[in-house]
Protein backbone atom coordinates (compact mmCIF):
# COMPACT_ATOMS: atom_id res chain seq x y z
CA UNK A 1 0.00 0.00 0.00
CA UNK A 2 2.85 2.28 0.59
CA UNK A 3 4.09 1.44 -3.00
CA UNK A 4 0.92 3.07 -4.36
CA UNK A 5 1.29 6.13 -2.28
CA UNK A 6 4.62 6.85 -3.34
CA UNK A 7 3.30 6.58 -6.76
CA UNK A 8 0.82 9.19 -6.70
CA UNK A 9 1.76 12.38 -5.78
CA UNK A 10 -1.47 14.09 -4.34
CA UNK A 11 0.09 17.51 -4.40
CA UNK A 12 0.80 17.58 -7.91
CA UNK A 13 -2.12 15.50 -8.67
CA UNK A 14 -4.11 18.62 -6.92
CA UNK A 15 -2.09 20.96 -9.00
CA UNK A 16 -2.58 19.48 -12.01
CA UNK A 17 -6.33 19.70 -11.50
CA UNK A 18 -6.03 23.17 -10.38
CA UNK A 19 -4.42 24.34 -13.80
CA UNK A 20 -6.70 22.57 -15.77
CA UNK A 21 -9.82 24.09 -13.69
CA UNK A 22 -8.59 27.60 -14.23
CA UNK A 23 -8.62 27.19 -18.02
CA UNK A 24 -11.71 25.45 -18.00
CA UNK A 25 -13.12 28.38 -16.57
CA UNK A 26 -11.77 31.03 -18.68
CA UNK A 27 -12.83 28.96 -21.75
CA UNK A 28 -16.16 29.00 -20.21
CA UNK A 29 -15.83 32.73 -20.03
CA UNK A 30 -14.53 33.94 -23.61
CA UNK A 31 -17.42 31.21 -24.76
CA UNK A 32 -19.72 33.34 -22.79
CA UNK A 33 -18.42 36.61 -23.80
CA UNK A 34 -17.43 36.22 -27.10
CA UNK A 35 -20.12 34.93 -29.17
CA UNK A 36 -22.51 37.27 -30.97
CA UNK A 37 -25.56 34.52 -30.67
CA UNK A 38 -25.71 33.78 -27.05
CA UNK A 39 -24.87 29.74 -25.86
CA UNK A 40 -26.63 27.60 -23.48
CA UNK A 41 -25.43 26.95 -20.58
CA UNK A 42 -24.98 23.68 -21.22
CA UNK A 43 -23.01 24.28 -24.40
CA UNK A 44 -20.51 26.07 -22.07
CA UNK A 45 -20.17 23.89 -19.95
CA UNK A 46 -18.97 21.16 -22.67
CA UNK A 47 -16.88 23.15 -24.81
CA UNK A 48 -15.30 24.07 -21.25
CA UNK A 49 -15.24 20.32 -20.18
CA UNK A 50 -14.06 19.43 -23.59
CA UNK A 51 -10.98 21.65 -23.41
CA UNK A 52 -10.05 21.04 -20.31
CA UNK A 53 -9.98 17.76 -20.94
CA UNK A 54 -8.11 17.68 -24.07
CA UNK A 55 -5.10 20.33 -22.43
CA UNK A 56 -4.58 17.65 -19.54
CA UNK A 57 -4.25 14.79 -22.05
CA UNK A 58 -2.17 16.93 -24.13
CA UNK A 59 -0.30 17.80 -20.93
CA UNK A 60 0.09 14.07 -20.22
CA UNK A 61 1.13 13.02 -23.29
CA UNK A 62 3.69 15.41 -24.65
CA UNK A 63 4.48 17.88 -21.76
CA UNK A 64 6.69 19.91 -23.69
CA UNK A 65 3.93 21.32 -26.17
CA UNK A 66 1.53 22.98 -23.76
CA UNK A 67 4.06 25.92 -22.82
CA UNK A 68 4.27 26.71 -26.89
CA UNK A 69 0.97 26.40 -26.79
CA UNK A 70 0.34 28.99 -24.71
CA UNK A 71 3.11 31.32 -25.93
CA UNK A 72 1.21 30.77 -29.50
CA UNK A 73 -1.98 31.90 -27.66
CA UNK A 74 -0.57 34.87 -26.18
CA UNK A 75 0.94 36.17 -29.23
CA UNK A 76 -2.08 35.98 -31.52
CA UNK A 77 -3.99 37.62 -28.59
CA UNK A 78 -1.52 40.28 -28.34
CA UNK A 79 -1.10 40.79 -32.38
CA UNK A 80 -5.01 40.88 -32.54
CA UNK A 81 -5.37 44.02 -30.05
CA UNK A 82 -2.50 45.70 -31.64
CA UNK A 83 -4.03 45.46 -35.12
CA UNK A 84 -1.27 43.30 -36.74
CA UNK A 85 -2.85 40.34 -36.82
CA UNK A 86 -4.45 39.99 -40.58
Do not use: W
Not at 25 to 38: E, F, G, L, S
Not at 71 to 85: F, H, R, V
Amino acid sequence: MHKVLDLLDVKEMVKRFLKYFIIGIAIAIVTYVVPQKKLDVQEIGIIALSSATIFAVVDLLIPNIIPMVFNGLGLGIGLELAGLLI
